[in-house]
């Protein structure tokens, strides 16, 4: 039965429907439901960003589901190079901590779904965001961005299911099957650059995440007792070889994440601020991007001078507050963009990490780029720093505060008394 406009799913009866479908519960619920609920025909379309056992049988399950025609589409290496590998570049990390490992997926599935549309020719693009969270912001913005006249839509803003345990048993009902459970209620998102976890126990700020809720990282107290090291070359930013061996950009990140998740590195349990200006508790695991971003940024300790790294570290917040936000196809990403190239032409060289239960220690940078001169740092007999040029330095640098001192209300109180 058709529902009224004001749920803002009016009109879709008989329409063909570019669904972005990850197998999962809200996905496998809204296929079948629109199909019963409108009658529609549904395409869904899988981008493939690394996900190491979601997507499994999807065309299958989307066949299932009675999907007309069903997309599983590779995307890992695009996605790396030209997502993961810019956001690394720039520094972005969410409120200084997360890698953003969903929020750059998005708006390369956002295209893919928009690419996809055009070929099947749908007029309606859905996928299964909630109303409360970012990610129907990510995916709208970033359909409209590549196709303004397609219509988006996000069931689950409008559709009767009151929680997820409606929609465990709506599938039940219906032989559909999920993952989720009532006794495992987690919402996870994964790709190569990380894993989102959400609900049940973990909505309880006050409650420790439980060891099951993690996919890709052990406990840093069963972790090895034993140190790992591992060197990883950048050339102009971007990770190219793990000890001195060249490595596709795919297979380097999956290789990180397995050797420092085994260390119990990457796990990140944040209160962040939504997009839509609540505060949530989201726990994340990113191994091989959290060792990627401590490693370059290790490296540009050495390679940028000071003046270029203050600024870019400014523009790291931005850059990540854009991504989070779903600004990536932007203008304003793309200015960044030509910013960040600029400063990573010299953040080429090699940096040694050490990994042990949990915690990340930098064992040695090297660059041919590099700043450190060790006849100028030094405090031995190599010394050639002009240490009589400190005093004129010293009497100008601090002669704001010497004005100040002399030009002090109080001081000219005393005088006049």
């Not at 995440?209 to 140190?227: G, I, N, W």
């Not at 591992?230 to 380097?252: H, Q």
């Not at 450190?372 to 010394?383: I, Q, R, V």
Request: hydrophobic share 40%.
């Amino acid at each position: 039965m058709e529902m009224n406009s004001t749920n803002g799913l009016a009109g879709l009866t008989g329409a063909r429907i570019a669904l972005a479908f990850s197998g999962g519960l809200d996905t496998s619920v809204i296929a079948s439901w629109l199909q019963e609920e409108f009658g529609a025909e549904i395409v869904t379309v899988s981008g493939d960003l690394g996900q190491e056992k979601e997507l499994n049988g999807i065309n299958e399950k989307a066949k299932q589901l009675g999907a007309k025609a069903a997309y599983h589409v590779d995307l890992k290496k695009q996605f790396v190079e030209d997502f993961a590998f810019r956001a690394l570049k720039a520094g972005a990390l969410y409120e200084g901590a997360y890698p953003l490992a969903t929020a750059l997926g998005r708006p390369l599935l956002a295209k893919t779904l928009v690419e996809i549309a055009r070929k099947e020719e749908c007029t309606v693009v859905a996928h299964g965001c909630t109303g409360k969270g970012n990610d129907q912001v990510r995916f709208d913005a970033g359909v409209w961005a590549l196709a303004p006249d397609l219509r988006v839509i996000a069931p689950v803003r409008h559709w009767p299911f009151k929680s997820r345990e409606d929609e465990i048993a709506y599938c039940a009902e219906r032989g559909i099957p999920v993952a989720a459970t009532k006794k495992n209620p987690y919402s996870i998102d994964e790709n190569l650059w990380g894993t989102s976890i959400e609900c049940g126990v973990l909505e309880d700020p006050t409650v420790a995440p439980p060891e099951d809720a993690y996919q890709r990282t052990v406990s840093p107290q069963a972790a090895p007792d034993k140190a790992e090291e591992v060197s990883i070359t950048f050339k102009e930013g971007v990770p190219v070889a793990l000890n001195d061996e060249k490595v596709g950009a795919v297979d380097l990140v999956r290789m990180l994440n397995h050797m420092a998740g085994a260390h119990g590195i990457g796990r990140l349990d944040m209160i962040e601020n939504r997009l839509v200006g609540i505060k949530s508790r989201e726990i994340y695991e990113a191994p091989g991007a959290s060792l990627l971003h401590f490693a370059h940024k290790e490296l540009e300790r050495i390679t940028l001078d000071r003046w270029t790294a203050q600024a870019k570290a400014k523009l790291s917040q931005d850059y990540a507050d854009l991504v989070y936000n779903g600004l990536w196809f932007s203008p304003l990403r793309n200015a960044f963009d030509a910013f960040v190239d600029e400063t990573q032409k010299r953040v080429s060289g090699t940096v040694v990490v050490s990994m042990y239960k949990g915690t990340m220690r930098v064992l040695s940078r090297t660059s041919p780029y590099s700043l450190y001169d060790k006849a100028l740092a030094s405090y031995t007999a190599e010394d050639t720093f002009d240490h009589s040029a400190g005093e004129g330095f010293s009497k100008i640098f601090s002669l704001p505060l010497r004005t100040l001192a002399r030009t002090e209300p109080t001081r000219h109180a005393e005088t006049v008394a």
